[in-house]
């Protein structure tokens, strides 16, 4: 077949600077096909699994078939088209695998994860260029794990370029257990900046980059279960748009732990770290088109490399119509209706009516600023200075339908997403995807207004932010906190108090860790005696393992509190305790906390990553209530 790839590429050498030239296949090379893991590799008979892997050398199309690519290492099954994912190695419990490896690569290679679990993580099959091996094991206990494989000695942390795509899926099923969920394997390939090439990086789900990743279709009531897997050098928080899931357990590639019933958790939001799995269940209850993301801005944006003209979404949107914008880890849903005609945003007269007005301040820092107007809430007794790089509480009622006007002051289109809340996939916010086929969301242009409708079913804490992709919008502060309170309650700001994280573009200094839109909060002052509730929303932008802490001023003991509800979701009264007050919040995930001071004196509230140096402290003084 001839190269449709090599007029583009006297077309591309037009348009793209030199250097990006240097991923364009090799003709011998096989081409891989994507692997969507639904078809388990090899045979099972009697018992006994016969799979021959072999890695080798591939050109890897992670976007169209016609598209950019790039020669990478892959797993395949002996006589068939190299994959990405890997092979699937899916058994019953109890089976016996018997593998026959081969190495087609100039270099050895190391092959982790090929044994029964849990097992040694440190256990790997080693081969030298062109050796085969055959490895017997029995399959261990149920659950979702992995093999991934290394040519230069290195871990899963530190892999780099050709080697980034060698890893597969291996589930263990419990015998007679379904096996119609979909498994979804997390992936990073990545090239460091050179001399003379920038940085190339892109991110993929079963082998393709957003917009050419699966779209999964659903009905109205099926049950989805999800298995995920993230054998990638980065964590990553995987967050669904518009329906709660259940977390059914965790594992970290050599052990799975399935919660009991009671322990598991439900949120929108889930940290995956380097190596580890989740799986996870949810029911698609609304009809439309909805997202199954990486919450991290840098995982979830088309690539410059790739796109180098499109780096501003909104060119990107002209170019690639169905990207919306986004790219790499990023899934699309369609859940279909059953009805003859997609499901119309319901016009349920709204009680509750108000505004979020968003404007701009030419050359300034921050760039935008946000008002919410809001005819229930009380007017502010003094001239008090809104906080910048954050938005005002938007604050609803459980079961109370409301309106919300955005009106976009400002010089750039913009889209808003209400994240975490179950609403109809029109006012989803993800412009040019979420509704249906006929009705998608509106990009809301400069001077133009889209009015949200929503009733929320859930109270809880919740964001808005930005869901327009360039970083400009979501480092100058265009989110806040969305408050819903149960009908009757009223919102108490001195017992009730919001802690947003995020980065932000901090006059003068450049990009900030920030609490509350500050990076070193004024004095706080809280009674003794009084349970306050703490509601803690991190969006910023890839800060993917947050930690925030309560501590007084001279201990590094933390504090107790209580954890009281996830991204909205109240937990169950099983897993309500007190605990020392100290948890790890993921980009896009909230938690509520119930915190009553015991003695008087300074204490702080803390957030910072373990891997970087900065953080941020709200010092906080508890004095005897009056
Ligand atoms: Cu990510």
Not at 338 to 352: D, F, I, S, V, Y
Not at 597 to 624: C, K, N
């Amino acid at each position: 077949m001839p190269r449709k790839s090599f007029c583009w590429i006297a077309l591309m050498a037009l348009v793209y600077p030199a250097g990006l030239c240097g991923g364009w296949a090799t003709p011998a090379l096989p081409r891989v096909v994507a692997n969507d893991n639904r078809t388990p590799a090899g045979q099972i008979k009697n018992g006994v699994l016969d799979l021959k892997l072999v890695l080798s050398e591939a050109t890897w199309f992670p976007e169209g078939e016609d598209g950019s690519h790039r020669d990478v290492y892959v797993f395949g099954e002996e006589g068939r088209a190299p994959q990405s994912a890997g092979p699937l190695l899916r058994v019953p419990q109890d089976t016996q695998i018997h593998l026959s490896l081969r190495n087609s690569l100039p270099l050895a290679a190391k092959i982790y994860g090929l044994h029964r679990h849990p097992g040694n993580p440190e256990d790997a099959v080693k081969l030298a260029p062109g050796e085969s091996r055959q490895v017997e094991f029995l399959a261990g206990e149920p659950g979702t794990y992995m093999y991934w494989a290394t040519t230069a000695d290195k871990s899963l942390h530190d892999r780099l370029d050709a080697e980034t795509l060698l890893f597969g899926a291996f589930i263990v099923d419990q015998p007679g257990a379904k096996t119609d969920d979909r498994i979804f394997v997390l992936g990073d390939w990545g090239k460091p900046a050179t001399a003379t090439s920038g940085a190339d990086q892109f991110l993929f789900i079963n082998g393709k980059s957003w917009p050419y990743t699966e779209r999964l279709t659903y009905k109205l009531g099926e049950t989805a279960h999800w298995r995920v897997i993230n054998p990638t050098a980065s964590d990553h928080a995987m967050h669904l748009h518009g329906f709660y899931f259940e977390v059914d357990g965790v594992g970290d590639g050599e052990r799975f732990e399935r919660y009991p019933e009671q322990q598991r958790r439900t949120g929108v939001t889930e940290h995956i770290d380097i190596g580890h799995v989740f799986e996870m269940t949810w029911m698609p209850e609304r009809a439309g088109n909805w997202l199954f993301h990486c919450h991290m801005m840098v995982h979830m944006m088309p690539t410059d490399e790739l796109h180098p003209g499109d780096a501003k979404s909104a060119d990107h949107m002209a170019v690639h119509e169905h990207s919306a914008g986004m790219g790499g880890l990023v899934m699309g849903i369609s859940v279909l209706s059953g009805a003859a005609t997609a499901a119309n945003p319901a016009a349920t007269a709204a009680t509750h009516k108000l505004q979020l007005v968003i404007s701009q301040q030419p050359e300034k820092i921050p760039l935008y600023t946000l008002e919410v107007n809001d005819p229930r809430a009380p007017a502010k007794p003094d001239k008090e200075k809104p906080p910048s790089l954050l938005g005002p509480p938007i604050i609803l009622t459980r079961g109370e339908a409301a309106e919300i006007e955005v009106k976009n002051g400002s010089n750039s289109p913009t889209a808003i997403h209400w994240h975490g809340i179950q609403l109809e996939s029109y006012y989803d916010g993800v412009p040019g995807w979420t509704g249906s086929g006929q009705q998608t969301t509106p990009p809301i242009a400069p001077g133009e207004s889209f009015v949200v409708r929503m009733t929320p079913p859930q109270a809880g804490t919740f964001i808005y932010h930005t869901h327009w992709h360039d970083r400009a919008q979501l480092l100058n502060g265009l989110y806040g906190p969305l408050i819903i309170l149960e009908p009757g309650q009223k919102f108490d700001s001195d017992l009730d108090r919001p802690f947003v994280f995020s980065m932000g573009t901090y006059a003068p200094f450049g990009l900030l860790l920030l609490m509350n839109g500050n990076p070193q909060p004024d004095m706080m002052v809280m009674h003794t005696g009084t349970r306050y509730r703490l509601r803690f929303i991190n969006i910023c932008d890839d800060e993917g393992d947050l930690r925030v802490r309560l501590t007084s001023i001279n201990s590094e003991t933390p504090l107790k509190w209580k954890v009281i509800a996830k991204d909205g979701m109240n937990l169950p009264a099983a897993q309500l305790k007190m605990a020392p007050g100290e948890i790890a919040i993921t980009v896009g995930e909230t938690y509520d906390v119930e915190f009553q001071a015991e003695s008087t004196g300074l204490a702080r509230l803390e957030i910072w990553q373990p891997s970087y140096p900065s953080s941020v402290i709200q010092p906080l003084r508890f004095v005897a209530a009056p």
